[in-house]
């Protein structure tokens, strides 16, 4: 049974804990959580190193995607977020940076120590591919489900992910199932945005691959 821990009168159960729970009931379809010691500590391993590019993916994505003014916070959430950070510091260096955004973007320097970041941690999952269909070896997992976000949306921002044969081979995989393609389909005029923001910072030569290179 999934582990339940009540805080302030409301029942929490945690998503991994729901995950395994379900993933547990009989089904005709392949497990999603890992089965062995073994496969727990390769997704441990593996999710940790995806957190660990939070702010990386946050440069990227929020940089070079769309226009800043359409990507930076409100200053009437920012406040609210000051407020709060009095009893979560984590809330004072979300206003901080997103501040910091408003005012001047993504700074290059930044942008290119996040691209090779993921440079680093897309070659690690090229290693594995190279040697196996999915991220844990013979069916989908959730670390694919994890690092297919990421993946993505550093594509969009302009990271060239075909440097990775196999990353980007298991990325079209993916990509071409209805419910991942579903995910990722950004309405039309979003997605004409982007394309129109993207050719905008290649003639100005301020794209991510300009910017990394």
Same mark, same amino acid.
């Given at each position: 049974m999934p582990k339940l821990a009540v805080h302030d009168g409301v029942v929490h159960v945690e998503s991994n804990d729901i995950l395994e729970y379900l993933d547990a009931l009989p089904s005709p379809f392949d497990p999603f959580m890992p089965q062995s010691d073994?496969?727990?500590?390769?997704?441990?391993? =593996?999710?940790?190193?995806?957190?660990?590019?939070?702010?990386?993916? #946050?440069?990227?994505?929020? *940089?070079?995607?769309?226009? !800043?003014?359409?990507?930076?916070?409100?200053?009437?959430?920012?406040?609210?977020?000051?407020?709060?950070?009095a009893a979560d510091p984590k809330r004072t260096l979300e206003v901080i940076w997103w501040r910091d955004f408003a005012r001047r973007g993504v700074p290059a320097d930044a942008a290119r120590g996040s691209f090779k970041a993921f440079a680093a941690a897309f070659a690690e999952l090229d290693e594995t591919l190279s040697k196996q269909a999915w991220l844990i070896g013979g069916?989908? =997992?959730?670390?694919?489900?994890?690092?297919?976000?990421?993946?993505? #949306?550093?594509?969009?921002? *302009?990271?060239?992910?075909? !440097?990775?044969?196999?990353?980007?081979?298991?990325?079209?995989?993916?990509?071409?199932?209805?419910?991942?393609?579903?995910?990722?389909?950004?309405?039309?005029?979003?997605?004409?945005?982007?394309?129109?923001?993207?050719t905008y910072r290649r003639l100005r030569g301020a794209s991510l691959r300009d910017i990394a290179a």
């Open positions: 073994a496969e727990r500590r390769i997704v441990k391993a =593996s999710l940790d190193r995806e957190d660990s590019l939070h702010m990386e993916l #946050r440069n990227l994505t929020m *940089g070079f995607i769309l226009p !800043r003014r359409l990507m930076q916070k409100s200053e009437e959430t920012l406040q609210r977020w000051e407020c709060e950070g069916r989908i =997992s959730v670390l694919d489900v994890a690092w297919f976000i990421d993946v993505h #949306r550093v594509g969009l921002a *302009g990271y060239p992910v075909e !440097r990775h044969p196999h990353v980007a081979q298991w990325h079209r995989h993916l990509s071409a199932r209805p419910a991942f393609a579903k995910e990722i389909q950004a309405p039309a005029p979003v997605a004409a945005l982007m394309a129109l923001y993207a």
